[in-house]
């Protein structure tokens, strides 16, 4: 298997302009997750899917982020408008949920700058 | 509420030296689950162990232990006869049982392995 495959791997941008983050989960995988991670604030959970239900997005930090799951296979974080402190590496992680607490696999990251 | 804390910043050690990891958790579930993962210099996240609350029972994989501690909530990771290669951010992390599974993560541990 492949693993999480998150794209793109480094984004540098302006402030202002608009920022999608994508990620394609391991296949029969059900449950996806976004988390970011900062020096401050360390690995933050941003939202989840399960069965590509988004379940708790309290994470989010405002409005300006919002996240998709249209299929199975692919999600997408976006951030409009972007500004410096989103700057950040966004981790996609999916797991197979079932009884239990199953172990999240995580992708390599994005890596976000914010100019 | 769940709550992981890795009060421990950064560890310094001289290579061959044994080392731990400390983590303490909080949480109201009599039903929960308790992860380490690893995120080496090159940015990834890999997942090392999960325990769940009923099994207390230490744990032990080649130079890797784990000792789990309901009566302190404590998880923590020993390093015995530290490597270079075991340089990197350690993480524990709180699952609560029930939909979602969502991980909450501790600040982490930076443990450099001196030569």
């Known amino acids: 298997d492949a693993g999480v495959i998150q794209s793109p791997r480094h984004e540098v941008t302006e402030m202002g302009q608009e920022v999608t983050l994508r990620c394609k989960p391991i296949?029969?995988?059900?449950?996806l997750f976004w988390y970011r991670q900062t020096m401050m604030r360390g690995l933050e959970l941003l939202i989840y899917?399960?069965?590509?239900?988004?379940?708790?997005d309290s994470g989010m930090p405002e409005d300006r982020f919002s996240a998709k799951m249209p299929n199975a296979s692919f999600s997408t974080l976006k951030i409009q408008p972007s500004e410096p402190r989103d700057s950040a590496v966004y981790f996609c992680?999916?797991?197979?949920?079932?009884?239990?607490?199953?172990?999240?696999?995580f992708g390599a990251g994005s890596r976000l700058t914010v100019l | 509420a769940q709550k992981v804390t890795q009060a421990q910043t950064e560890i310094s050690v001289v290579e061959k030296e044994d080392v731990t990891l400390d983590c303490v958790y909080e949480t109201r579930d009599t039903t929960y689950y308790l992860f380490w993962y690893k995120q080496p210099p090159s940015g990834e996240l890999v997942f090392l162990i999960r325990r769940n609350s009923f099994d207390e029972q230490n744990e032990i994989s080649g130079r890797y232990s784990w000792n789990f501690q309901k009566s302190t909530s404590s998880f923590n990771f020993t390093i015995t006869a530290s490597q270079v290669v075991d340089s990197a951010v350690y993480f524990c992390?709180?699952?609560?049982?029930?939909?979602?599974?969502?991980?909450?993560f501790g600040q982490g541990t930076r443990l450099t392995i001196n030569p």
């Open positions: 992680a999916s797991s197979l949920q079932g009884a239990g607490a199953n172990v999240l696999t």
């Open positions: 992390a709180l699952s609560e049982a029930g939909l979602g599974q969502k991980l909450v």
């Open positions: 899917f399960n069965n590509n239900v988004p379940i708790d």
């Open positions: 296949s029969g995988h059900n449950s």
